[in-house]
């Protein structure tokens, strides 16, 4: 009996010296009298925790269970609001949890936590606390899981249609206050003002709205994270996949609102939450803040014995994953990560609705924009994915085709003029003309080279597929050398006829050596058709480089050449090195076929080919009489 009466002595006492405050905010890193009071009373409130001053991890979680059992906002801190309703859950005499308002009462004790509008998609503390608001005015949303959806959307609407507001769903400024706001004008005291300076007990008091979070800032810092990647936010000081929140942009600032060893409390638009303090770079210029000012309630002072609890650890559960990285996002996940992910996809005008839901539009514009950056098209958000959407230059939708047609030498049209503008962008010498010139054929050739692809000198999907992406490399890029050639004497050649003697010899897909003895280079061909004369390719990539180190740029240029048949015979013949039309060999950097002319009757030239022909013939006949003397008459 004088055991009973003692307790609801101090009880009395405690609600006394409480109902003169007007409490400031305790926060996570704190320690002093005022943490060990409120902890001794949530211990007397029959939750597990240790008083030992000290607002770590587990205080935390205990402060967050009496908000979220009373109708507040859950934030881990212990504001006015909080204080208030936890000490006034004395006055029962039996130490319980005082009820909280039966919905639609004149006054509430939940604050809006952000003052930013609100809208279907979003994902946020602030989504909690207005699902929780709904709720307890009887505008049934579902669980308050944070997550803007439906279901929350309709909630709005019918409280906006019952309270006379404009009925779009969406939460702005005048459906938060009317939503929040009690019928008579809601005090707000400054958080950081003496407790005892309210001579009265203060109803529905909040916190003055700092930074869009409702709490008072200590300073800032700038997130810094190794890897140039985003940093996580959590809703507690756990790496684990079901305390995250939110990403923020390396290099971003944030509001300083509590600060340990390991982690910080911060606020980035609008929202509050955890980050470990390893990713962020303090400002060196300004003084470390000074702690708010402890509770003055005066300590409970008891004679009665108080058990010994088996401390609780305060330290940061074990680390599961590296705070930088982000979570693989596929069809089916939902989040303000997903939000994050459709925002940016949009900024890069890829059809994409920002609905914080993996959708199928959704993954459809991460298929799109894979292709386009030259990464893997499987519709998941990995760490390459990341990597690519946070660069600036990342490919935007429309910047570049969203399917490729193959184009090579001669072709004509926007895509060779697009074509050309990106090849141009890389360094590569070219003109935007819109026509796929040998100049165009030839950067091509240098970029499939540099790029290690297969050189072909035509641009097909897989060399515009890596054209346009954001691995590219540009025109600075080495290239690989030059082989020697082979010389041959010029005593050993002949004159032979093409229709007599050449082609009854040779045949389509025969190899055959060439010597330029003008450069004294050589390199081989493979004959690919043969007409009035005979339509070849550079054999492999090295002999179309010896071919042009020899020849120049490709162009209809006649060159006299030394050409071994296979019977191992030389004979005198002139060529050029321009490619045109088709060829068989897709990995010679060559792109279509050269003509290779031997010699032939003049009038039978001048029937049949009385231009680029009988030029040949006439090339062919001066070489032949300044190697031997000798002149041929027709």
């Given at each position: 009996m ?24 305790l ?46 906002y ?32 004149s ?19 602030a989504?909690r ?38 009925v ?5 400024p ?27 007990p ?43 929140m ?92 997903v ?280 090339a ?15």
């Amino acid at each position: 009996m004088k055991k009973k009466a003692l307790t609801i002595l101090l009880i009395l006492s405690l609600t006394a010296s409480s109902a003169l405050a007007a409490y400031s905010t305790l926060r996570p890193g704190m320690s002093g009298q005022g943490v060990l009071q409120m902890q001794r009373q949530l211990k007397s409130l029959g939750y597990s925790i240790n008083p030992d001053g000290k607002y770590g991890p587990l205080t935390q979680r205990t402060v967050e269970s009496f908000q979220r059992k009373e109708g507040l906002y859950v934030d881990g801190l212990a504001g006015n609001q909080t204080l208030t309703r936890l000490y006034r859950g004395a006055q029962s005499g039996s130490g319980s949890i005082a009820t909280p308002p039966a919905s639609g009462a004149s006054a509430s004790n939940v604050v809006p936590p952000v003052t930013r509008t609100l809208r279907l998609g979003d994902n946020a503390q602030a989504v909690r606390a207005l699902q929780q608001r709904l709720n307890e005015l009887g505008f049934a949303c579902g669980r308050a899981d944070g997550v803007f959806g439906i279901r929350t959307k309709a909630a709005v609407m019918a409280y906006q249609s019952k309270n006379g507001l404009s009925v779009d769903g969406v939460a702005g400024p005048k459906t938060l206050t009317r939503l929040y706001q009690a019928q008579e004008s809601v005090q707000t005291p400054n958080e950081t003002q003496d407790p005892l300076m309210s001579q009265s007990p203060v109803e529905n008091q909040a916190p003055t709205p700092n930074n869009q979070t409702g709490q008072a800032s200590l300073g800032v810092a700038k997130v810094v994270t190794p890897n140039g990647g985003t940093l996580n936010m959590r809703s507690q000081k756990v790496q684990r996949a079901s305390t995250f929140m939110r990403t923020i942009p390396n290099l971003a600032m944030v509001s300083l609102l509590s600060k340990e060893n390991d982690w910080c409390l911060v606020a980035y638009n609008g929202s509050t939450g955890y980050v470990m303090s390893k990713f962020l770079q303090f400002s060196e210029d300004k003084p470390t803040p000074t702690p708010a000012p402890e509770q003055t309630i005066a300590p409970i002072q008891t004679t009665i014995p108080l058990p010994t609890p088996t401390p609780a650890s305060d330290d940061p559960s074990v680390l599961e994953e590296e705070e930088t990285q982000r979570r693989t996002l596929r069809g089916g996940e939902a989040g303000e990560d997903v939000f994050a992910l459709q925002q940016r996809l949009a900024e890069l005008l890829y059809p994409v609705q920002k609905t914080s839901i993996y959708d199928e539009q959704t993954k459809q514009a991460v298929c799109s924009f894979q292709g386009l950056n030259g990464l893997t098209v499987d519709g998941i958000v990995g760490n390459n994915t990341y990597a690519v959407l946070d660069q600036p230059s990342a490919v935007k939708y429309g910047q570049v085709p969203t399917s490729f047609q193959t184009l090579r030498i001669d072709n004509k049209g926007p895509s060779v003029s697009q074509l050309q503008t990106r090849l141009k962008e890389l360094g590569f010498t070219v003109t935007v003309n819109g026509t796929f010139d040998t100049i165009t054929h030839q950067a091509i050739v240098a970029f499939q080279d540099i790029n290690g692809l297969t050189v072909s000198g035509i641009a097909d999907s897989s060399t515009q597929r890596a054209l346009y992406g954001t691995g590219a490399k540009d025109a600075s890029g080495p290239m690989s050398g030059t082989p020697a050639g082979t010389g041959v004497s010029p005593s050993n050649v002949q004159l032979l006829h093409w229709y007599k003697e050449v082609k009854p010899s040779i045949s389509s897909g025969q190899r055959a050596t060439v010597y330029h003895p003008g450069s004294g280079k050589s390199f081989t061909i493979r004959f690919y058709s043969l007409g009035r004369h005979a339509d070849s390719e550079p054999l492999t990539y090295d002999d179309t480089k010896i071919m042009n180190s020899a020849f120049g740029a490709p162009s209809w240029n006649i060159n006299i050449v030394y050409v071994k048949l296979p019977s191992g015979k030389w004979t005198l013949a002139s060529m050029h090195n321009r490619p045109h039309l088709s060829g068989a060999i897709n990995n010679n950097g060559f792109g279509g076929h050269l003509c290779v002319h031997f010699f032939r009757d003049m009038d039978e030239a001048q029937r049949n080919d009385p231009n680029y022909g009988v030029s040949n013939q006439k090339a062919i006949r001066s070489a032949w009489e300044r190697m031997t003397g000798e002149k041929i008459e027709d």
